[in-house]
């Protein structure tokens, strides 16, 4: 049956490896290995961490500062009669409020968003620090 699903173009499983095999390879040789993809893969860990501190910061001052002003905008009473919201607008309002609020945040070069960013980093960075500093339990019966 393995091989009729090969066939039609789907991918196979991939064999299971015995615990033989992994028991000849050194202990060693297996954390070597692992620090290594880890070290390669750090800059990419990097970059991810400022884009997730960048796409936070944006939420946040989309959330606190620009969708309250937009709210307040929509609840003010500036329509006359035939022009003002009906059933629907006044449902719908509060999502295309964030997506407006959203969509400016991203576009524009807010200060805030930056000054957040960098602080979200470094609280970040020192929740790593701080998590290095604290003593491993490596005992795996623990």
Known sequence: MLSAVGEIG???????????????????E????????????SLSLFTGELRDARSAAEEFVSLSLIQPILAQMRKSEWAAEPFSPGLTEQRFGPLLDGVISRRVVKASNFGLVDAVARHLRGAAQEARADAELQPRNLDSNA
């Open 30 to 41: 297996r954390m070597y290995r692992a620090n290594a993809s880890r070290n390669t893969s």
């Open 10 to 28: 789907l991918p196979m499983p991939a064999p299971k490896a015995s615990a033989k095999a992994s028991a000849e390879i050194p202990f060693a």
